[in-house]
């Protein structure tokens, strides 16, 4: 087959690793780090990117995504079928298996996942190392969101705004570097160390297994992927199934 794959740049290793290994002709697309936060944008930066492949050849269109906060709920196939994992989010692909993923989050629902694509690539072009930590920022990052703050709210409104987000941490107790196996992830293992022993939470170092993005690769899409026919969009689902394919209306 011919697959287009749409992925998270914190997927970028494993995915070129599974699909230099893939029977299939593998062409990927690396999004953007961070666009989960905006739900809406990611959406349409990944319909976008579908309708761009349209009338090119492909067999099908992989999307290396979970439901990301309903970022791909409402992403529509045109003329080739999409295939997604049936996951909340890329935890999930990090550790191989939406069950595994459950039990981790009823066991210790305040869990800070830490992985190498995504520290490493979340570093700005200046940065001096300090790592960007899902969002937040480094010093400089938070000093231009502090300014910015100022402008729009005013001094009290924005001391106030960065007094909260500061508070981030306190919903935590537990920090995991999740190893996945693929290149030199001693750094980024150090840096969540080191960061949850700063925050006084515990930390894990856990072994992640790459089958989920391997199959998606592979064009083996069991039960654990969800396959969107054409004139079809994803859609939340309840339970375990998570995320389900519905007729477009019209």
């Known amino acids: ?63 290396a995504y ?3 906060g ?3 709920a409402g992403i529509v196939s045109r003329d080739t079928s999409l ?22 989050h009823e066991a210790c629902p305040g ?4 992985v190498q694509d995504y520290i490493e690539r ?16 480094s010093d400089g990052d938070s000093q231009e969101m502090y300014r910015r703050y100022v402008e729009k709210y005013g001094q009290n409104n924005a001391d106030y705004l960065m007094q ?16 996945m196996g693929i290149g030199d992830g001693r750094g980024v293992e150090e840096v969540a160390r080191a960061e949850a022993a700063k925050y006084g939470w515990q930390f894990e170092c856990m072994a992640g297994d790459m089958i989920l993005i391997r199959k998606l690769l592979n064009g083996d899409w069991d039960d654990n992927f969800l396959v969107v026919q054409p004139r079809q969009q994803v859609a939340m689902a309840d339970g375990d199934e998570i995320i389900q394919a519905m007729d477009v209306d019209g």
């Open 83 to 104: 295939v997604m994992p049936r996951a909340h989010d890329c935890i999930t692909l990090f550790l191989g298996d939406r069950r595994k993923y459950k039990e981790q």
């Open 70 to 72: 309903l970022a791909t």
């Open 1 to 63: 087959m011919k697959i287009k794959c749409l992925g998270c740049e914190a997927l970028a290793r494993l995915l070129f690793h599974c699909a230099a290994h893939s029977p299939h002709m593998i062409d990927i697309s690396l999004v953007k780090l961070g666009l989960h936060n905006q739900p809406a944008d990611l959406r349409a930066k990944l319909q976008r990117e579908i309708d761009d492949q349209q009338e090119k050849g492909y067999d099908a269109i992989v999307l």
């Open 164 to 179: 909260v987000l500061g508070n981030w941490q306190a919903g935590y107790r537990r920090g995991v570097y999740i190893d």
């Open 111 to 114: 869990t800070y996942w830490y």
């Open 122 to 137: 979340g570093r700005s072009s200046d940065d001096k190392g300090t790592h960007i930590i899902w969002g937040l920022g």
């Open 66 to 68: 979970g439901l990301c």
